[in-house]
């Protein structure tokens, strides 16, 4: 029976890959198994049965709880066990509602929305949090896109107004131009004209 700790090739073992294995305890159970090594370290803490049963931080896949979905909103998980478990669907509540929940010390209801103020969802500041309803989250976000887009459009006027008073002033410069050409050309037909009535008395 191999020690703790002792590492071997996989084929000195039995197995057919030749990476290297150490004979390690599960963390929860306590029986002991070969389990392949990356970087020095067992790739799973656990034995077979104990990982498909562990759930939470001792699922050999943790990641620290937090998940990011589709839509870019963050999911945190939690433990029956917490105070704000009722809020959660599947073990999990969005990042942006437990904040609020715990700024109150209470649990949300289920037609209690959270805003985000600045519409970047996975910013769960405090500040940037607001409590509201669904008939005024559908009116905060109406009214933000009706001042984005009348600033957009007050926007794009004066950028128009601006390129025009450019295009104006150049096309100013080019009629002083022309016409300063048209003098200096007539100039000199005067010139010739006198030159040769002169020449001809």
């Known amino acids: 029976m191999p020690k703790l700790g002792e590492i071997k090739a996989g084929r000195e073992v039995g197995y057919k890959t030749s990476n290297k294995l150490i004979w390690h305890a599960c963390i929860d159970c306590g029986k002991e198994r070969w389990?392949?090594?990356r970087k020095g370290i067992p790739v799973c803490q656990h034995c077979e049965p104990c990982a498909h049963g562990a759930r939470g931080e001792n699922h050999t896949n943790w990641k620290g709880g937090k998940q990011t979905n589709k839509e870019g909103y963050i999911r945190i998980y939690l433990y029956p066990d917490d105070f704000f478990y009722p809020m959660a669907?599947?073990?999990?509540?969005?990042?942006h509602r437990l904040v609020i929940a715990k700024h109150l010390g209470r649990n949300l209801h289920r037609w209690e929305i959270v805003h985000h103020k600045n519409g970047v969802r996975d910013d769960n500041r405090l500040e940037n949090l607001e409590l509201t309803t669904n008939g005024s989250h559908a009116l905060a976000h109406n009214k933000g896109y009706k001042d984005g887009y009348t600033k957009?459009?007050?926007?794009?006027?004066d950028k128009q107004i601006q390129e025009l008073k450019i295009l104006m002033e150049e096309q100013a410069r080019q009629i002083r131009l022309l016409q300063w050409q048209l003098q200096e050309k007539l100039s000199a037909i005067y010139n010739r004209y006198v030159e040769k009535e002169q020449v001809n008395e």
Not at 152 to 157: E, I, P, R, T, V
């Open 35 to 37: 389990v392949q090594l």
């Open 152 to 157: 957009g459009l007050a926007d794009g006027k």
């Open 89 to 95: 669907w599947g073990n999990r509540v969005f990042e």
